[in-house]
């Protein structure tokens, strides 16, 4: 597939805005954080607010009165990132989806390991589904924030908590031992992620668990009982087969899944809808699955 003018212009300028194997971790998240610099939606009520203990932005359409809520939980390799750094395309996610959503601030490795992360994405979930019915409730992520969802989704499985309605996952980081072959294949091919960064960034957020844990890596968690998951991935970066070991995965356990192959795309492509084609078109699959899915 032929990519758009403006998708082959991304490709070409991403390399020079993420590649900064020296930055020190605290440049590395001073310079994500300028993300938020650039305008958000119009016509969205942004809060800052507390879930469940945890920091969060909501962000609420305001021409509809959602019956929806999506809780989205951000990526950055579990160390970099926060809603700050993704509520603006929450935000446009939220608007196709006629949906409020939160995106909450986990706490990050290496300062908190895992489980810090999933048990905050607990907590936050627990206090949103005491006011809001899980059948029209989502949970999403991207990358580690995919992962993250996942590993969530498992945990509260586990615990006997009632599950959302669906999951929506952007290039998810399910396997944090590297061992899908496209970390190797597609290490000249991946534009947002430098490969050689897994390892370092992965068993920084382990901590003290093995990196197989199935915690830490819910590709090897038992899958079964698991919410209606799309996955979103291009297929020209290291994770895919993340994601394709994923919806493999799922399938076997018996939970229903799509998995949306983006040709020629890069990591987590969705998050730049609003100016790439592509990447509109996938945040409104999105929409249509969180819509067909969360009902009364």
């Not at 020190?24 to 942004?46: C, Q, S």
């Not at 050689?196 to 590709?219: K, N």
């Amino acid at each position: 597939m032929k990519l758009s003018r403006r998708a082959r212009l991304v490709r070409r300028t991403i390399p020079r805005l993420v590649r900064e194997s020296d930055a020190t971790l605290e440049e590395r998240r001073a310079a994500m954080e300028k993300i938020d610099r650039l305008p958000r939606p119009r016509r969205v009520d942004y809060v800052d607010t507390v879930v469940g203990g945890v920091p969060a932005i909501v962000a609420t359409p305001v021409d509809a009165h959602p019956a929806r809520h999506v809780l989205y939980i951000h990526g950055g390799g579990y160390v970099l990132g926060s809603p700050r750094t993704h509520v603006a395309m929450c935000a446009r996610l939220a608007r196709r989806a006629d949906a409020a959503i939160t995106v909450i601030d986990y706490r990050l490795a290496p300062e908190h390991p895992y489980p810090a992360a999933i048990d905050d994405c607990v907590a936050a979930y627990r206090e949103l589904a005491s006011r809001v019915d899980p059948a029209v409730v989502a949970i999403a992520g991207d990358s580690a924030g995919g992962g993250a969802a996942l590993a969530t989704l498992c945990a509260l499985r586990d615990a006997g908590d009632r599950l959302p309605a669906c999951a929506y996952l952007q290039s998810p980081w399910t396997d944090l031992t590297a061992s899908g072959e496209t970390v190797r294949t597609m290490v000249d091919d991946d534009v947002m992620i430098d490969a050689a960064t897994i390892s370092e960034t992965g068993r920084q957020y382990a901590g003290d668990r093995p990196l197989d844990h199935p915690g830490v890596s819910p590709l090897f968690a038992d899958l079964s009982g698991l919410p209606p998951t799309l996955i979103q991935t291009g297929t020209h970066e290291v994770l895919l087969s993340d994601s394709t070991r994923l919806a493999d995965r799922l399938t076997e356990s018996g939970v229903y899944n799509e998995l949306d192959l983006a040709d020629g795309l890069w990591h987590v492509y969705p998050s730049f809808a609003g100016f790439v084609p592509e990447s509109t078109a996938a945040l409104i699959h999105a929409a249509r699955f969180i819509r067909a899915h969360c009902r009364d």
